[in-house]
């Protein structure tokens, strides 16, 4: 879905699934990640249009694409220098303590398995601010906001510290029950079939950009499952 467009980007609400991996051959890699975008956002993938960032094949939400060479250099200096800000939404098992706090661990390859990342001495900086919107049975429902772009950094911190996203099996999140005893709560965590991260919302204010998706279906459907249920009175 086509959410904003002026003269520098487009931004299309990504959905859950779509691969936006690159390989060594960053030009082709990175224009047919762009075609895979727009045919399923229902735009016309043969427009001609920049990858600026990536979100992982599981997560949702807001990706910018650069109009220009001019506008993908200058958006690419801004997610490079903070000029970007970026929020997510999780749904992580358990309640972070406290409510609101920041996760500042380095992050790098893991050596058992380099397909993932890791809490390492000698990794690179990475920060991770949060704020819990929800407390629910066995599940919080969290704003995240990264200060930088490692790789699955809002996976690893979160998994790291105890927390990790529901359904994220790559980082310790597939389903656990920890408590949930209804059964309509179970079968909404059992119908989980991706990480419940979603790009929220993308300001870069030096280039009048302000967007923000809408929460997914999946991610709707398991938070309204999850909230308390008002009793008849």
Known sequence: MRLFENALALALDKPAGVSMATSAREDKSAARAVTRLLAACGED????????????????????????????????????????????????????????????????????????????????????????????????????????????QIRVHLSAHGHPIVGDDFYGGATRWHGVRDGARRRALAAVARPLLHAERIVVAELGIDVEAPLPEDYAAALSALMPRKTPT
Do not use: C, N
Not at 64 to 71: E, H, P, Q, R, V
Not at 98 to 117: E, F, N, S
């Open 45 to 152: 993938p043969a427009e001609s249009l920049l990858l600026v960032h990536r979100l992982d094949v599981g997560t949702s939400g807001v990706v910018l694409l650069a109009k220009t060479d001019a506008a993908h250099r200058a958006l690419s200096r801004a997610f490079q220098s903070g000029g970007a800000r970026k929020t997510y939404r999780a749904l992580a098992w358990g309640h972070p303590t406290p409510a609101t706090g920041v996760y500042a661990d380095p992050l790098g390859r893991d050596p058992k398995d380099g397909r993932k990342m890791k809490i390492r001495g000698d990794g690179k900086a990475a920060v991770t601010r949060y704020e819990i919107l929800a407390r629910l049975p066995s599940v919080a429902d969290l704003r995240i906001s990264p200060e930088t772009g490692r790789t699955h």
